[in-house]
């Protein structure tokens, strides 16, 4: 029996974009895995300080299911709406991991920002032990790996550049303790921040609606989510596939 693999992809989604969903799109191909699933934070806890909050978890977890609502494979999660008393992303793959059950490959989508800070997480040895772990980088850039240990660094599994034929054959061979994947095959530039500034200035016009899914706009148009917000111009961390602690 074909061992069932599952994407978990993290974050504030605020709101979801076609970024997100090409993302997921291109790692359920390139990883062949069964499905992603989307996993919003009710409050990640680096956006306590900022002078923006998040729209409300209601909002996002809406936006959320009508933007994947026609994907089977894309799933969305409620398991850090439902604890919000448990912010930290080592619950949340501990209590997944449970679920799920050992026999699953379970994989942890992260961005280039948020392995660089990875010591700075809640148990991060920990962490990265509980799942696999998908590093999306852009081509061209440097990933540090001086900041893990030895017994992490060894892990890692450095995917950029490679062919589907080459990823499936690294993930076919791994066994073991978890590994760390390095890809630089998947990538998106598209701005929550610009969406938001679009829909507070003028209600989700032309350029805007092209950066979310139909559905979404017109959420977003219906229901106002971002006429009463202000972006401050240095917050933009919401842009990393995974939350940090």
């Given at each position: 029996?074909?061992?069932?693999?599952?994407?978990?992809?993290?974050?504030?989604?605020?709101?979801?974009?076609?970024?997100?969903?090409?993302?997921?799109?291109?790692?359920?191909?390139?990883?062949?895995?069964?499905?992603?699933?989307?996993?919003?934070?009710?409050?990640?806890?680096?956006?306590?300080?900022?002078?923006?909050?998040?729209?409300?978890?209601?909002?996002?977890?809406?936006?959320?299911?009508?933007?994947?609502?026609?994907?089977?494979?894309?799933?969305?999660?409620?398991?850090?709406?439902?604890?919000?008393?448990?912010?930290?992303?080592?619950?949340?793959?501990?209590?997944?991991?449970?679920?799920?059950?050992?026999?699953?490959?379970?994989?942890?989508?992260?961005?280039?920002?948020?392995?660089?800070?990875?010591?700075?997480?809640?148990?991060?040895?920990?962490?990265?032990?509980?799942?696999?772990?998908?590093?999306?980088?852009?081509?061209?850039?440097?990933?540090?790996?001086?900041?893990?240990?030895?017994?992490?660094?060894?892990?890692?599994?450095?995917?950029?550049?490679?062919?589907?034929?080459?990823?499936?054959?690294?993930?076919?061979?791994?066994?073991?303790?978890?590994?760390?994947?390095?890809?630089?095959?998947?990538?998106?530039?598209?701005?929550?921040?610009?969406?938001?500034?679009?829909?507070?200035?003028?209600?989700?016009?032309?350029?805007?609606?092209?950066?979310?899914?139909?559905?979404?706009?017109?959420?977003?148009?219906?229901?106002?989510?971002?006429?009463?917000?202000?972006?401050?111009?240095?917050?933009?961390?919401e842009e990393q596939p995974a939350h940090d602690d």
């Open positions: 029996m074909k061992q069932r693999r599952v994407g978990l992809y993290g974050g504030t989604f605020d709101p979801v974009h076609a970024g997100h969903i090409a993302v997921a799109r291109a790692l359920l191909e390139l990883f062949a895995l069964d499905e992603v699933l989307f996993i919003p934070a009710h409050v990640a806890p680096h956006k306590r300080s900022t002078v923006r909050q998040p729209a409300s978890p209601l909002h996002r977890y809406a936006m959320l299911v009508l933007a994947t609502m026609a994907e089977p494979r894309l799933k969305v999660s409620t398991v850090e709406l439902d604890a919000p008393e448990r912010p930290y992303t080592v619950e949340t793959l501990a209590r997944l991991r449970t679920e799920y059950g050992a026999s699953a490959r379970l994989f942890f989508v992260m961005g280039a920002d948020s392995w660089a800070d990875i010591t700075t997480w809640r148990e991060w040895e920990r962490l990265l032990a509980l799942t696999e772990q998908i590093v999306m980088t852009r081509p061209g850039y440097t990933l540090a790996t001086g900041h893990v240990t030895d017994e992490v660094r060894r892990r890692i599994v450095d995917l950029r550049g490679r062919t589907g034929a080459e990823v499936a054959a690294a993930l076919e061979a791994a066994t073991g303790e978890p590994r760390i994947y390095f890809t630089d095959a998947v990538s998106s530039d598209v701005s929550a921040t610009a969406i938001r500034q679009f829909a507070r200035a003028s209600e989700m016009n032309a350029a805007a609606e092209l950066l979310v899914p139909p559905a979404v706009a017109e959420y977003i148009r219906k229901y106002r989510v971002y006429r009463n917000t202000h972006d401050s111009e240095r917050n933009n961390v």
